[in-house]
């Protein structure tokens, strides 16, 4: 019996706790044999310590982009390189530039149009088109090897196949007809999802969204007096706030001091290839000037809006991120596409835009002064909850931001410019597919093709149910989700391998082995 593999793709680190508890479950039911393909060689040796031999895993190291980049080594020729990424591009009808380089937040500052005050790295300033075309080459080169060595039955991730490193092996995948799943955040909660795609679409999600029940009235209720923001959100951004105390800043940027410190004395390669210090420093120091510019006289009160104009609410991203270059190519300039909706908005209505409170410092005060500029635009203080801006706005528009899923909920009209995601499936979310669509604006606005408010907040009550009861609950895992020493328990690894397996379609779902044949580690 030949053997198959089960290949676990840059396993996050904010969750290192779940993959090798994961893979030995997986083995345990199917016979997989774990491949762990890891950032680096103390990842791989972290995950396979935790792996009894009985479960026959190996890790693999992908070439080093970033490191290559800067010491120019190891990497193919340009002739060659070329050849390998046309052949890419041909096979996966795609361009390297838009899928692979665009969501790099290193290799794509030139397409960053948002974030001039985030950390320089020694890679970003090193790297030139032709170090950074023959990087990627050679990363898909060992995607082609490893695939021709251990070609995988599964390939699991977590929010990730999609820039330089990921894109290679959920490419190959789907070529090959090999199921990926990817588990992505379903913006309530510490709730996810498992997804077919780097894209986060679900079948399975949507087929059960589009059965599901309607709420009773005291579970609608409950749900529109509890919605909150997501778990991450929650975590991150208080621990940001928090970081933005002087004192905190102090302790934040003796902390950035001593850590560059280490790698350089350590040789590690963060030294060779990471953020700079001062960039780091700049950034540290610029968040605590950014946050009171953002609460300052230059934003504006929810108070001091005018009582005759509609509102349009655009909740700004963070950027460099995935979840804006990767998942959406064609909104990657949000001051683009702020001017865009601007210009296409009918007389009596403005648009309000406020900042994502995780990117706080990492943008110059000219970015916001833009936006300023603009005539029917309005810099919205961060003193404002973002839910009381939704409220007070009559359409919401997102790239793919969590503001448009909430809205959703509420029960406000919104379009949502990412193509994809289950969030579609409810029926006053609005898809526009590029800047000439939002000629539509003002019929969006003032038409009357939309529910009623409170039909909206049925259906937006419904899906936020249903997400909920088909995701995957990691709520009784709570903060726990992003502790790097969390021991799991064995049902809260069957929290997330259940609904995994149960997302494999019938038809090409692998089979679990006979009792006989299970490996029990």
Known sequence: MSREFLWILFPTSEVRWLWAPMAIELHRIFGWSPVFICNTKEDKDFYLSQIPQEVDATGVVPPDIYLNIVENSNLPSEPEALSILKRFESENSTTFVRNMLLPDRHLARSFVFGADMFASSIVSKTATQERSWR???SVVDFADSLFHDNPPSLVV????????????????????????RNLVHCRFGFRYYWAIDPWQNSPSLNRNLSEADYPSAS?????????????????YAEKMRKQRRLDRLILAMVGTAVKHAKYRIRGNRKAKMGYSFFGQLRMQLNERKLARYLVGPSTTRLAQLKAEYKYVFFALQVEPEVSLHGLVPEYFDQLNTIAQIAINLPADALLLVKEHPVQIGRRGTGFYDRIRSIPNAVLISELEHSYAVIDRSDLIIAVTSSVAHEAAVMGKKVVYLCPDGPVHSIKHVK???????FQQLPALLDGDDWDDEA??????SRYYKAIMEHAVNLDTVGNNVFDRNYVPKAEEVRLVTDPLIASLDSADSPQPLESDEVSNP
């Open 455 to 460: 039909d909206r907040k049925t259906e937006g």
């Open 157 to 180: 991730s977590m929010s990730s196949g999609s820039g330089m490193k990921g894109t290679p092996f959920s490419a190959i995948a789907q070529k090959n007809g090999v199921p990926f």
């Open 219 to 235: 579970q609608m209720e409950s749900i529109q007096n509890g919605l909150e923001p997501t778990g991450d959100f929650r975590f």
């Open 135 to 137: 990087a990627a080459a």
């Open 431 to 437: 898809h526009l597919k590029n800047p000439r669509d």
